[in-house]
């Protein structure tokens, strides 16, 4: 059964340092991986997605990495901002198909001090 | 385009009474899901449904039903609200690669 793990639950650094959020799975049979910024009281953004095929994906001051065979995954932010403060989901959708569930750890609570 | 929006947001129950959590996405996509949320536990699968007409169980049904309405509204039924039911519940559609999700809906089960 696969599992997603994210440590550490809560995170605080601050302003303009550069950080790692990181998420394990213990399947290394995965469609994609994403992951997801949710802010207080809000719902889900999608921040970036990696096929199993890829290596890692950037967008603008995030980049996410995927290692399968390790089953691990990073989020990298550069230059952190307050606005940065959220949590952070990974996901992973295992197996071989588009159509297979998707599994959500349970997130790291990132904090930025100005 | 308002993606997906989910009623109502707030919501307080007695044990034993009944509602439904109404979705609806405007992006055409097949396939839409519930999630719940709990503190310290992820998102967690309640039911999802793959396309118009066809629901499946998720990792925690019971106490639940769903009803795909058509491909635009999925609804959550609670027939029998009990605490342990107190959440945050998601709605999201997908298409296949990209995911989008409501803005929730707290509710609190006395």
């Known amino acids: 059964k696969q599992e997603v793990t994210q440590i550490p639950a809560a995170l605080s650094v601050p302003e303009g340092e550069n950080l790692v959020l990181n998420c394990s799975f213990t399947?290394?049979?995965?469609?994609?991986l994403q992951w997801f910024r949710q802010d207080p009281g809000k719902g889900l953004t999608s921040l970036l997605l990696i096929q199993s095929s890829q290596r890692e994906q950037t967008s603008g001051r995030l980049n996410a990495s995927l290692d399968k065979s390790s089953g691990r995954s990073t989020l990298y932010i550069a230059a952190s901002q307050p606005g940065d403060s959220a949590t952070y989901l990974c996901a992973v959708r295992p197996g071989y198909s588009s159509a297979s569930k998707i599994i959500f750890g349970s997130g790291t609570r990132l904090s930025i001090r100005p | 385009n308002a993606g997906v929006t989910q009623t109502p947001k707030f919501q307080v129950l007695k044990t034993g009474q009944s509602m439904t959590l109404q979705c609806a996405q405007d992006m055409n996509h097949n396939s839409m899901y519930w999630y719940r949320q709990d503190p310290g536990m992820g998102l967690r699968l309640i039911y999802y449904s793959a396309s118009e007409g066809t629901t499946d169980k998720g990792e925690v049904p019971n106490g639940y039903n769903v009803s795909r309405l058509n491909k635009r509204e999925f609804s959550l039924r609670l027939e029998s609200a009990a605490p342990s039911q107190t959440s945050v519940y998601f709605c999201?559609?997908?298409?296949?690669?990209?995911?989008?999700f409501g803005p929730g809906t707290r509710l609190t089960v006395l």
């Open positions: 999201a559609s997908s298409s296949g690669t990209s995911w989008y």
């Open positions: 399947d290394s049979a995965i469609y994609n």
